[in-house]
Nanobody, 124 residues
Framework: IQFVESGGGLVQPGGSLKLSCVVS????????LGWFRQVPGKEREGIAH???????TYADSVNGRFTIAKDNVNNTLYLQMNSLKPEDTAMYYC???????????????????WGQGTQVTVSS
């Protein structure tokens, strides 16, 4: 499974960015897709998830500001980020794996396939 992430960059507070993640080589019928972020010295945070049925879950920290979406034709996962705050600054990663009996956004669910990350910096 291969990933190509893009869309990160520097943006002012209140601004928007859209991250993309092209996933190739995934051959399973169902899937979970997720966006995570990590700041050096802190734990990785799962912020948005979508399953093969289109169900989405969001972390409280981004709910209402970020939107996860997938394009099945182009095998691309997106994260639209609006109303960005300095505390959104992090390395952002996409991830995927097969679905399980727990939801994709559950703390009990484990992703095993990860993108290389794209840096998002929110600063004036």
């Amino acid at each position: 499974i291969q990933f190509v992430e893009s869309g990160g960059g520097l943006v002012q507070p209140g601004g928007s960015l859209k991250l993309s993640c092209v996933v190739s080589g995934y051959t399973y019928g169902g899937y979970c897709l997720g966006w995570f972020r990590q700041v050096p010295g802190k734990e990785r945070e799962g912020i948005a998830h979508i399953d093969s049925d289109g169900r989405t879950t969001y972390a409280d920290s981004v709910n209402g500001r970020f939107t996860i979406a997938k394009d099945n034709v182009n095998n691309t996962l997106y994260l639209q980020m609006n109303s960005l705050k300095p505390e959104d600054t992090a390395m952002y990663y996409c991830a995927t794996d097969q679905p399980s009996i727990v939801s994709c956004g559950s703390s009990l669910y484990t992703y095993n396939y990860w993108g290389q990350g794209t840096q998002v910096t929110v600063s004036s």
